[in-house]
């Protein structure tokens, strides 16, 4: 075994690394140009971005309650919206909600999405007139397509209700009842939010050679095998990266639950942004408030490192 | 078809003529009531000519037929008025961020009965004292003391200081859609609370209508349940706010009132909202419904198809006695304006005997808080729906309202109790939990509110 000797490795290092000197003067003064042009823009981004979150989290170790306005520089306990709320039943159940959302809407998405993309993966007019009709939903403002669920899933005036009484399949109330209700949400959510998988996916394979696929033609592969060995490995990074966004989002879930639902029946589907909503703005406890949502912001930063590191991993195997 | 457009150009023509008439008379009734000493410049000036005011309430029908109204008080006093109507939890959650965050957007605001303890204990509302007491702000004749006195004292500080001028006394009533299919079934409107479960269980689905539909703001319709039954919210508001929902009245209460919903109430019966309610019962869908007098008074209206066979009553009696709920909604100045005088006059008008008796007479404005038109035979004919008497049900349960049950709704932490009793009966007539577990778990989450908003119990 040779033994390596730590000056060595410093030396070596050095070298790699471009001596500053070596800069000529014309470059040196381009990157302080980039950087003075830039810093403006860089402030008032960190203004806007970091700004309230800092705001927010401050706000979360205080018991801020605007009918005391003092409230807002009250530290004495400034864990006490934390350790309360590890103690807040309403709480953790919203914290399973959403779970249980996230996960029924990302995999229906995903799954919708790719499904639907794959089908109209050809160049015809039909098809492009199709795709148009699609992505209608995601372009509807939330609120629109809240209202046109709750229709959907008011017995009294739903015409899917009427249709399935008709053909001697009556269905009870979806949103009323606890056991449906998160599934209603899911399938209202899948509805507005597949064409953007679908969207993602359909650029992707559009973007696939022809040649691999020729080729595990002409070796006999079918349908499902060229899905397999072909397609699915080119599309597997806009998968996650879909996967991705679409899980962010359902973490905001909000013009659904609040129009079909109200959080209800009970808390059944009372997620976490819809709790600190319920604490923030019908009861005014800004800070307790604050706090869940500066956890829902650790959660999400938490979440995107994570899948940001699988999608990296996934094109490092590619 | 040319005849059908003649018709059509015609009853336009007709509604436009009818519209400028009455907005002459409007000008001029709200000039002459306004501007005491302040009559409109000879040569047209106005005097808010150049003053802009916001103003919102929420979507209550009066505040909806008050729209049509707004353009005379632009017409005689040069104003511009921008005035909207969200609905209930959103004009609230809105106007409490705009309230509490010192926000000057609003000139004139709907003072919510179930926040008026937090938005004037907070100071976020002016007194309007000194407005009432000045003869150039306010004329001899608009009679600040016409207004019900139930009504005003629950705008009042301790220090005896008005807040708000009522433009509601809405109470807590029963409504039959298709009273029809109660004599068909042998009954009568129903007067307990076993009358009700009796009668519900005769009617339910005949012609295939459920019998059943309060709105699904359990914190306001189960509350005359719960005293029905001996029960109350706290313990003895203002003095005591300990919640009580956990006793056995409460309890018994919840189950009672669960059951009807379950038993007898449409298909997804608690994703009712009040306007849902009223829609579905003026479409004869669904058919007793103990609720609001401003809703139920719409059965009687033109385009609803039960205005031939509707029917009302005083809320009905528990064991205990009868408690049927009284609120109050009234105009206030947020103490963030910026036109405070300007939105004076917009209130003294609005407020005022000439504007609320037009309502009365031309839409059928029924909640009215001013004991003169109250008694006034206009209001007594608009009154009666379908041949019956609603202001002896009406100035009944007012009376009834004085006796202080109602004291509980203007302590302003009842918004955080008021949510867990909406969950607490939604879990229990969506089968998710017992009367018990559902109203326990309700008492143990109310404590912890009140704790964190600081009270100690």
Redesign the interface.
């Known amino acids: 075994m040779l033994a390596v000797q730590p000056s060595s490795i410093k030396r070596a290092a050095e070298n790699r690394r471009p001596a500053r000197t070596a800069l000529p003067n014309w470059r040196r003064e381009q990157r302080r140009a980039f950087t003075f042009g830039l810093l403006p823009a860089l402030l008032v981004l960190v203004a806007i971005t970091l700004g309230p979150t800092i705001y927010l989290i401050v706000t979360s170790l205080t018991?801020l309650?605007?009918?005391?306005p003092h409230s807002a520089a009250d530290f004495s306990d400034p864990i006490g919206n934390y350790r309360?709320l590890m103690a807040?039943?309403?709480f953790l159940n919203s914290l399973e909600v959403q779970l249980k959302l996230s996960a029924a809407t990302v995999v229906l998405q995903l799954a919708v999405g790719l499904g639907v993309a794959l089908l109209l993966n050809a160049g015809s007019r039909f098809l492009e007139a199709v795709r148009t009709a699609f992505i209608l939903p995601m372009v509807l403002p939330p609120i629109v397509v809240a209202v046109v669920w709750k229709v959907i899933?008011?017995?009294?005036v739903s015409p899917m209700?009427r249709a399935l009484t008709a053909i001697g399949l009556p269905v009870?109330?979806l949103?009323?009842?606890?056991d449906t209700a998160l599934g209603a949400i899911a399938v209202a959510d899948t509805w507005e939010w597949f064409p953007f998988t679908m969207l993602m996916v359909l650029a992707s394979l559009q973007m696939i050679p022809a040649e691999p696929i020729d080729a595990a033609r002409i070796d006999g592969a079918g349908r499902l095998a060229l899905f397999r060995y072909i397609l699915f490995p080119y599309i597997r990074p806009t998968l996650v990266v879909a996967g991705l966004f679409r899980l962010i989002d359902s973490i905001k879930a909000f013009p659904l639950i609040y129009v079909?639902?109200n959080g209800?029946?009970?808390?059944?589907t009372e997620v976490t942004n819809y709790y600190a909503f319920?604490e923030s703005?019908?009861?005014?406890?800004w800070g307790?408030g604050s706090a869940i949502a500066t956890l829902m912001v650790a959660g999400v930063l938490l979440l995107s490192w994570f899948i940001g590191r699988l999608g990296v991993e996934a094109e490092r195997d590619d | 078809m040319g005849k059908e457009g003649e018709a059509k150009k015609m009853t336009l023509l007709e509604r436009r003529l009818r519209r400028r008439q009455l907005l002459r008379a409007g000008a001029a009734a709200a000039g002459a009531l306004l501007l005491p000493g302040r009559a409109p410049a000879q040569g047209g000036a106005k005097p808010l000519s150049g003053t802009t005011l916001n103003i919102a309430c929420w979507s209550s029908p009066y505040a909806k037929l008050l729209t049509d109204y707004v353009p005379q008080f632009e017409e005689a006093t040069g104003a511009k008025v921008n005035y909207e109507t969200p609905s209930f939890p959103i004009y609230n959650?809105r106007i409490?961020?705009e309230l509490?965050?010192g926000g000057s957007s609003y000139d004139v605001l709907n003072v919510t009965f179930i926040y008026i303890g937090?938005w004037i204990?907070?100071g976020w509302f002016v007194p309007l004292d000194p407005y009432l007491k000045d003869p150039q702000k306010t004329p001899a004749d608009w009679e600040p003391g016409d207004f019900l006195p139930g009504a005003t004292a629950a705008f009042k500080d301790p220090s005896g200081r008005l807040y708000a001028i009522p433009w509601t006394a809405d109470i807590y009533m029963a409504g039959a859609a298709r009273y029809d299919l109660f004599e068909k079934s042998g009954k009568t409107m129903p007067d307990t609370f076993d009358g009700v479960a009796d009668a519900m269980k005769a009617v339910h689905m005949k012609d295939g209508i459920p019998a059943f539909l309060p709105e699904n703001h359990y914190g306001w319709s189960f509350i005359p349940w719960l005293q029905g039954f001996g029960g109350n919210v706290f313990r003895d508001p203002p003095e005591d706010l300990t919640p009580v929902l956990d006793t056995p009245e409460a309890i018994a209460a919840a189950d009672f009132f669960a059951k009807l919903l379950r038993d007898y109430g449409?298909?997804?019966?608690?994703?009712y909202t009040y306007d849902?309610v009223v829609a579905?019962l003026k479409a004869g869908?669904a058919n007793y419904s103990p609720n609001g007098q401003i809703f139920l008074v719409q059965l009687g209206a033109k385009d609803s198809k039960v205005a031939g066979t509707c029917n009302f009553s005083m809320c009905p009696a528990g064991p205990k006695g009868r408690f049927p709920g009284v609120a109050t909604h009234g105009w206030g100045i947020p103490a963030g304006s910026n036109n405070k005088d300007a939105a004076w006059q917009f209130i003294t008008w609005a407020m005022s005997k000439p504007i609320i008796r037009q309502m009365v007479v031309e839409r059928g404005y029924s909640s009215i808080t001013r004991r003169s038109l109250i008694d006034s035979p206009e209001f007594k004919g608009k009154l009666t729906v379908n041949g019956h008497d609603i202001v002896k049900i009406y100035l009944d349960t007012i009376a009834l309202g004085a006796q202080g049950y109602m004291k509980y709704r203007t302590i302003?932490v009842y918004?955080?109790v008021d949510?867990q009793i909406?969950?607490?009966i939604?879990?229990i007539?969506?089968?998710?939990?017992s009367a018990t577990a559902?109203m326990t778990?309700a008492q143990q989450?109310s404590l912890?509110?009140l704790k964190?908003?600081?009270i100690k119990l």
């Open positions: 018991p309650d605007p009918v005391h309360a807040d039943r309403r899933f008011t017995p009294d209700h009870h109330s949103i009323a009842n606890p079909l639902t209800g029946p009970g808390t059944a319920v703005f019908n009861f005014s406890y307790y | 959650q409490d961020v509490s965050t937090r204990g907070a449409p298909d997804g019966v608690i994703s849902q579905t869908r302003y918004p955080q949510k909406d969950i607490a939604q879990n007539a969506s089968g998710q939990l559902a778990q989450d912890a509110e964190r908003a600081g």
